[in-house]
């Protein structure tokens, strides 16, 4: 008889993966609780086989409490991360929002020059029509 499969495991971060693959317990489990089927599940992520997905929903269902309350403390750093994301604006990210408000800066600026042009002309012929 061959000892059983891992099909869960906790890496050295504390978070739990499918078999010895990177894909995360938390993906399987949210395609799962949407409804997916094992086989469209193992399609989303083609590095786990069929097998590998069952093990994995088969684990979250035997351990449905312990999971649920590692998704939580999952839920929790990602806050975290976004938070911490939110707060420093990387260099890359500040520039193409330079670069957006100059775009839109010269929009404008065209927009003007273009209702300029056209109101100068509006006025101009309509003080021929009263000439005329």
């Not at 890496?11 to 409804?35: C, I, N, P, Y």
């Not at 590095?47 to 590998?52: D, G, I, N, P, V």
Request: aromatic share 8%.
């Amino acid at each position: 008889m061959q000892p059983p499969v891992p099909y869960v495991r906790t890496d050295e971060h504390g978070v739990m993966r499918v078999g010895q693959t990177g894909v995360m317990l938390d993906s399987v489990v949210a395609a799962f609780q949407q409804g997916h089927s094992a086989e469209t599940i193992q399609q989303q992520y083609p590095a786990l086989t069929l097998e590998q997905v069952y093990g994995a929903i088969a684990h979250y269902l035997a351990n449905r409490d312990e999971v649920d309350q590692y998704l939580d403390r999952q839920g929790e750093v990602w806050r975290q991360w976004r938070e911490k994301a939110a707060e420093r604006t990387s260099p890359v990210v500040q520039r193409l929002r330079s670069q957006a408000t100059e775009a839109r800066t010269e929009a404008r600026g065209d927009a003007v020059g273009i209702a300029a042009a056209l109101t100068c002309g509006y006025n101009h012929a309509s003080y021929r029509n009263k000439e005329g």
